[in-house]
C-alpha cells in the first residue's frame, strides 16, 4: 500500500471542518468516498469537497475497491456495526469517539480487528496535538516533580428547548444513539488524555445522576481515578450549570500545568514561583495531526497512535465512572 484512499461514512457536522477535508492535505492521502443515508445530503457534501464519488449505502463504500481505508463518523451506537464491516472487507478503521456506547462492545470491536489482523486507531486526536504532547513531555520530563493530583471540571449551561429540537444535538443527549449524554459526548477527550498522560488505572469510583431533568441522560458526573503510578484524578461534569467552565490543574511536588482541553491553545506552568505561559497555534483542521499520525501507521511507516485496546480502556473509565 503506497497511498491511502479514504471512504468516509457518516458525513456530518463533525466531518466538514474538523477531520474531513484533512484527508486531502495530509501526505500519502486521499479522501475518495463519502456515505450517508441521506442520498441527497451525501451528494451534496461530496459536491462541495471535490470528493469524486458518494453513497447512500455503507455496504456499498465499502465494497468499493478503489478504497483502502474507512473512517467511521456516525454517532457511536452504529460505530461496531459499520467497523466491524469494515474489518470483514479486510480494510483499516479510524473510527470516532466515544469508540462505542459500552466497553464491551469497544473491547469486541479491537478484539475483533486483532483476530483478523486488520489496523484499527480510535480517534482520540487530541493526543497528536501539539499543546497536549508537551503537557506529556513535562510529565515525562519530571518538570513539576511527580504529579499527586489533577483536579478536573467542565459545566456548561443546561440545553434549551431550541437545542433540544434540533436533531444535530438531540442525539447527544439521547442514551440509547450516544451511550450516556454529553459525558459521553465529551469526557472521553480529556479522561483519554489522563489515560495518554499516566498510563494504566488501579482504581475507578463515581456517581451520576440527573439534576436538572430536560432530557434522559445524566447531566452531572463525579469521578475519582487512581492510577498505578500513585496520581489521583478527581473529575466533575456538570451540564446544568448557571456558568460555562473548562480546567484541568495538574499538581505535582515542584508546581503545577493548568490548561483547558476545549476553549484555548494556551498552558499555563508553574514551577517553583516562576510562571511561564505556553502558547500554540489554534488549527483549522483539529484531527490533522491524528490523521497524518493514523496513515503513517496504516502504511506502515509509524505507531498506532490510539488503539483499540486503548480507546476500551477509556470506554472502560466511562462506564466505571457513570455507572
Known amino acids: 500500500m503506497e497511498k491511502i484512499n479514504w471512504g468516509i461514512i457518516g458525513c456530518g457536522d463533525v466531518t466538514e471542518l474538523k477531520s474531513g477535508p484533512a484527508f486531502n492535505k495530509v501526505p500519502q492521502s486521499s479522501l475518495i468516498a463519502v456515505m450517508r443515508r441521506d442520498a441527497a445530503k451525501a451528494a451534496d457534501y461530496a459536491r462541495r469537497h471535490n470528493v469524486p464519488k458518494w453513497y447512500s449505502d455503507a455496504q456499498q463504500l465499502i465494497n468499493d475497491p478503489d478504497i483502502n481505508a474507512i473512517y467511521v463518523a456516525t454517532p457511536p451506537s452504529t460505530h461496531e456495526m459499520y467497523t466491524l464491516a469494515a474489518i470483514a472487507a479486510g480494510k483499516p478503521v479510524y473510527v470516532e469517539k466515544p469508540m462505542a456506547g459500552d466497553y464491551k462492545t469497544a473491547y469486541s470491536m479491537a478484539e475483533a480487528a486483532t483476530a483478523e489482523n486488520i489496523k484499527l486507531v480510535v480517534a482520540h486526536y487530541r493526543r497528536e496535538q501539539e499543546r497536549f504532547k508537551k503537557v506529556k513531555q513535562l510529565i515525562a520530563d519530571n518538570a513539576i516533580g511527580d504529579v499527586r493530583l489533577v483536579r478536573l471540571e467542565l459545566a456548561k449551561q443546561a440545553l434549551t428547548p431550541e437545542e433540544?429540537?434540533?436533531?444535530?444535538?438531540?442525539?447527544?443527549?439521547?442514551?440509547?444513539?450516544?451511550?450516556?449524554?454529553?459525558?459521553?459526548?465529551?469526557?472521553?477527550?480529556?479522561?483519554?488524555?489522563?489515560?495518554?498522560?499516566?498510563?494504566?488505572?488501579?482504581?475507578?469510583?463515581?456517581?451520576?445522576?440527573?439534576?436538572?431533568?430536560?432530557?434522559?441522560?445524566?447531566?452531572?458526573?463525579?469521578?475519582?481515578?487512581?492510577?498505578?503510578?500513585?496520581?489521583?484524578?478527581?473529575?466533575?461534569?456538570?451540564?446544568?450549570?448557571?456558568?460555562?467552565?473548562?480546567?484541568?490543574?495538574?499538581?505535582?511536588?515542584?508546581?503545577?500545568?493548568?490548561?483547558?482541553v476545549f476553549s484555548t491553545d494556551s498552558i499555563r506552568v508553574e514551577i517553583e514561583g516562576k510562571t511561564e505561559i505556553l502558547d500554540f497555534s489554534p488549527l483549522l483542521h483539529v484531527q490533522q495531526p491524528m490523521i497524518e499520525a493514523t496513515v503513517k501507521y496504516f502504511l506502515g511507516t509509524g505507531p498506532n497512535p490510539c488503539s483499540g485496546y486503548e480507546g476500551a480502556e477509556v470506554m472502560r473509565l466511562i462506564s466505571e465512572a457513570s455507572a
Not at 165 to 182: E, F, Q, Y
Not at 186 to 200: T, W
Not at 225 to 251: M, P
Open 164 to 260: 433540544l429540537a434540533d436533531p444535530k444535538t438531540a442525539w447527544r443527549v439521547d442514551p440509547a444513539t450516544a451511550g450516556g449524554g454529553l459525558f459521553h459526548d465529551l469526557s472521553p477527550h480529556q479522561l483519554d488524555l489522563m489515560y495518554y498522560f499516566f498510563g494504566e488505572v488501579e482504581k475507578v469510583t463515581g456517581l451520576a445522576t440527573n439534576q436538572g431533568g430536560v432530557y434522559g441522560a445524566d447531566d452531572m458526573v463525579v469521578a475519582n481515578v487512581l492510577f498505578k503510578s500513585g496520581t489521583v484524578f478527581n473529575g466533575t461534569w456538570c451540564f446544568s450549570a448557571a456558568k460555562a467552565a473548562d480546567y484541568c490543574e495538574i499538581q505535582g511536588t515542584k508546581g503545577k500545568i493548568s490548561f483547558t
